[in-house]
């Protein structure tokens, strides 16, 4: 199946160093080779690449590895299909807008006998079950509020969504506004915060190390999602199964 990575901050901070090792398994340390994609929020602006080509030996990938682009929240993902062709338009995170402002999904999974009926403007343009999922979120979410929400009603109302698609298969999901990040774990899913005292890390899946201490504030925070752990000496914690978490500053709050 696919994998993902998601970044919440409290200041604007570049995702060079996860993003690196993340994109090796995107063809070379593992066979999520079917395409990857990044978004990052910037203010209301967003910038979002994909590419069908597999995230280790894409030119769009090494772009991003050398350009740090810094933002509060990114998300990213690498595709091993199970529904939809390798193409461009299948290949995640989606973007669609609601109440204003961009909303970002990404999902690693695969949902059998899932077919809302979807009576909005929420469609898909591509044929895998994730745009699917994200179209009918997007829709039950302006169904369900009349005006723009808080963080803690979104979690309630998406906690109570992931619940009914999760009945269908495997989950996982991120998905973030610019002001959050929300994370639902089917299987596997892991987080960690990073705070000062910022320490040294060292990735899985590539020979690289960064001591976050030289590039960060005292009071800056960082909270990384991951499929499975990017790093070999952070104390990762495991996503109970069924379980929505949201990041906000950096923080777990809920």
């Known amino acids: 199946m696919c994998q993902l990575l998601g970044m919440n901050c409290n200041t604007p901070t570049d995702v060079v ?29 967003l910038r979002h690449f994909v590419d069908h080509q597999p995230a280790c030996a894409s030119p769009v990938a090494a772009l991003i590895r ?13 595709r ?16 669609r807008e609601l109440w204003g402002r961009y909303w970002v999904f990404a999902h690693n999974g695969d949902l059998k006998d899932f077919a ?24 039950e979410l302006a169904k369900s509020h009349a005006g723009v929400p808080s963080v803690a009603e979104l979690t309630l109302t998406l906690r109570e969504l992931s619940q009914r698609i999760a009945r269908h298969g495997t989950f996982n999901f ?12 089917t299987t596997s899913l892991y987080y960690v915060e990073r705070q000062h005292p910022f320490a040294q890390a060292t990735l899985k899946d590539d020979d690289l190390s960064i001591n976050f ?10 909270a990384m999602v991951a499929t499975t752990p990017l790093t070999t000496n952070e104390s990762w914690v495991a996503f109970a199964p069924g379980e929505l978490k949201v990041f906000v500053g950096g923080a777990l709050v809920g």
């Open 17 to 45: 160093f996860s993003f690196s090792g993340f994109a090796e398994r995107g063809g070379h340390t593992d066979h999520h080779s079917d395409g990857w994609g990044i978004a990052f929020f910037e203010g209301l602006g």
């Open 66 to 78: 050398n350009y740090p682009i810094k933002s509060r929240d990114v998300i990213a993902h690498i």
């Open 80 to 95: 091993k299909a199970t529904q939809g062709v390798v193409a461009l338009e299948n290949c995640h995170p989606f973007v």
């Open 116 to 139: 809302p009926r979807l009576h909005s403007s929420f469609r898909p343009v591509g044929s895998t079950d994730s745009e699917q999922a994200f179209c009918w979120i997007m829709q």
């Open 174 to 185: 991120l998905l973030s506004n610019g002001e959050a990040l929300w994370a639902h774990a």
């Open 213 to 222: 201490a030289d590039h960060t504030s005292a009071q800056d925070r960082v």
